[in-house]
């Protein structure tokens, strides 16, 4: 009996606690409001491949690169910045012009304390090439003419000898070239 009353009392507990308890609602979908999706903006490339040297004129600057050079790209960037990409020598080089006096490199390294300073050009063109090798071996060579700022670049650990003389093979070409457009456009 004593069995029989504790059987009926746990029942009742357990009826109490599944009585107390409601029947679950059964769930319903609500319609949510979803924000409008909102547009993709998409930064545009500022940069703009182009055929040739000769569309840098428009921004008042001419670029060329050594005879030899290879893998030959040209570029225009922010409609401001002629960029020529090529190899040559053995290097990869970056070359830069705008009507500018701010760095215009694109080089954010850090560089040894003296700088190089050499000269090419001559007359009306003479300049003086600002020579800088990066902590990693790298050359920036640096020059202006006039409004015009120049800059060549190669993470290729080169002599000094050997960047000044391809800055002084181009800027043999660039300089008049450059100099003719900045008069043009007074």
């Known amino acids: 009996m004593k069995r029989f009353l504790t059987a009926l009392l746990c029942a009742a507990v357990a009826m109490s606690i599944f009585a107390g308890c409601k029947k679950q609602e059964e769930a319903v979908d609500l319609p949510v409001e979803k924000p409008e999706t909102e547009q993709q903006t998409e930064v545009p490339n500022p940069m703009t491949e182009v055929k040739s040297s000769g569309d840098f004129e428009a921004l008042g600057v001419y670029l060329s690169v050594p005879q030899g050079a290879e ?77 015009a700022t120049f800059s060549l670049y190669t993470t290729t650990p080169l002599t000094d000898d050997e960047i000044v003389a391809i800055c002084k093979t181009v800027a043999s070409v660039d300089l008049p070239k450059t100099l003719a457009l900045l008069r043009n456009l007074k």
Request: hydrophobic share 40%.
């Open 71 to 147: 893998n030959v790209k040209y570029y225009i960037i922010s409609n401001e910045l002629a960029e020529i990409l090529f190899d040559y020598a053995g290097a990869s080089f970056t070359y830069r012009a705008a009507l500018s006096e701010e760095d215009i490199s694109g080089v954010y390294e850090e560089f040894e304390a003296d700088p190089g300073i050499y000269e090419a050009g001559e007359g009306d063109t003479k300049v003086a090439l600002l020579v800088q090798t990066a902590k990693t071996g790298g050359k920036l060579v640096t020059w202006q003419l006039e409004s």
